[in-house]
């Protein structure tokens, strides 16, 4: 509770300052564009614009041998057919030995704040998911609870629109996908599962990789910008899971999903903050859970709060800043039938530390997080992290 008590009043305190513009890539929530949206806007006259982001990253968790990883480098290629026509497509290489398409579409202007999109896509949900280049962030690793419960970087192939009401300073998306894999045949006439309590719906994001699908889900997003330096979003996402035709009849192969969330980012001077509330409503997990054996949740639920501030002047181009976040949530928000809710996924970070950006798309980072969960004498780690991230 004392940590809870101390996370806000850094937030209140900084709050005391005043406003300006800041660099558009990272610190104006209103201005902020992610990998794909640079490449829509900023081909000026070019037919083909290629960009690129990554990271190297060092953790350490208490008492272990830290670990260096290249975590992700993302090349990122965009093309013009004409002054409607675009695409775009992102291919990231993970850990320096996987290979996967993050984006893949086509994007089509129908009017000058209406397109239409199909292909391979971000599923709009939270902060994270859509932006997630390494300057755009404070901490080397992201939020946890964007992990297990959005998760991050969930995409899918769908179809859908995207555009804004200027007058209302409204923007919106919204898309027809093919849903989570929930279950797969054992080979012995039983199930297995894709989904689970410790990773939430990680598990069953399909990544385009021969998707099955059986039913379609439906991913809206709303964006207010209307208040000077504020950012609100309003996500939600509603479907089935995914089952093969050999077993899609089965009791548990599928089950229901209902997620939505709230987000805010906020620039005030030096000060920066965001926070994010994500709720997941799943159905039928008492009959998934009999059928595959897993111990998934009827619930999901996290949010966390985020201060920020630079310690540098306004006027210099370097950003140096010390930051805290606090972040809690939990896979066994509920469980449904006999299942007993399991308290070690009930989980609690804060993370403290510096992002130094030496030059706009470059960031040096190092933080500390502390680790805990509900569960009565668990020992969860601590852990030291560094990283380098660039972003162009």
């Known amino acids: 509770m004392k940590k809870i008590i101390l996370l806000f009043a850094v937030l209140a305190i900084s709050l005391a300052s005043g406003q300006t513009m800041q660099d558009s890539i990272t610190f104006d929530p209103q201005k902020q564009l992610n990998a794909a949206q640079r490449l829509l806007s900023g081909n000026y006259g070019k037919a083909v614009t290629v960009g690129a982001y990554g990271e190297l990253t060092y953790n350490q968790p208490e008492g272990q041998n830290g670990e260096l990883d290249v975590q992700r480098l993302v090349v990122l290629f965009g093309y013009k057919f004409d002054d409607k026509t675009q695409f775009v497509t992102e291919l990231e290489f993970e850990h320096v030995e ?3 398409v993050e984006q893949a579409f086509v994007n089509y202007a129908i009017g000058s704040n209406v397109s239409l999109r199909g292909g391979l896509m971000l599923v709009p949900m939270g902060i994270i998911n859509e932006f997630h280049e390494p300057t ?3 901490g080397v690793e992201r939020p946890a609870m964007d992990n297990v419960i959005v998760p991050t970087t969930w995409r899918e192939i769908g179809v859908g629109v995207t555009g804004r009401f200027n007058d209302l300073s409204l923007s919106y998306q919204a898309y027809i996908f093919n849903g989570f894999k929930s279950t797969s045949s054992d080979g012995a ?4 599962g894709y989904l689970s309590g410790s990773s939430g719906l990680r598990g069953g994001r399909q990544k385009a990789i021969k998707s099955t699908i059986d039913s379609p889900t439906l991913s809206v997003k709303f964006d207010y910008y209307g208040i000077p330096g504020l950012r609100l979003g309003l996500s939600a996402y509603t479907g089935k899971t995914q089952a093969a035709d050999d077993i899609e009849e089965l009791d548990g192969a599928n089950i229901g ?3 939505f969330g709230l987000d805010a980012r906020y620039a005030y001077q030096r000060f920066t903050a965001r926070g994010q509330f994500v709720y997941a409503s ?3 997990t008492e009959a998934y859970n009999l059928a595959t054996g897993k111990d998934l949740g009827s619930a999901l639920q996290g949010y966390y709060l985020e201060g920020a501030y630079n310690l540098l002047s306004q006027e210099k181009r370097q950003r140096l800043f010390a930051f805290l976040r606090y972040e ?3 896979t066994h928000a509920d469980t449904a039938g006999g299942l007993m809710r399991n308290d070690a996924y009930n989980r609690t970070d804060i993370t403290t530390g ?5 030059a706009p798309g470059v960031v040096l980072k190092g933080d500390y997080q502390f680790r805990d969960n509900a569960l009565s004498g668990d020992q969860v780690n ?4 560094f990283g380098v991230g660039v972003w162009f």
């Open 136 to 138: 755009t962030f404070n």
């Open 98 to 100: 996987e290979i996967f």
């Open 282 to 284: 799943l159905n039928d």
């Open 257 to 259: 999903t209902t997620m």
């Open 382 to 385: 601590d852990r030291l992290n």
């Open 354 to 358: 510096l992002s130094y950006h030496i």
């Open 328 to 330: 809690q949530y939990d």
């Open 189 to 192: 006439d039983g199930l297995s």
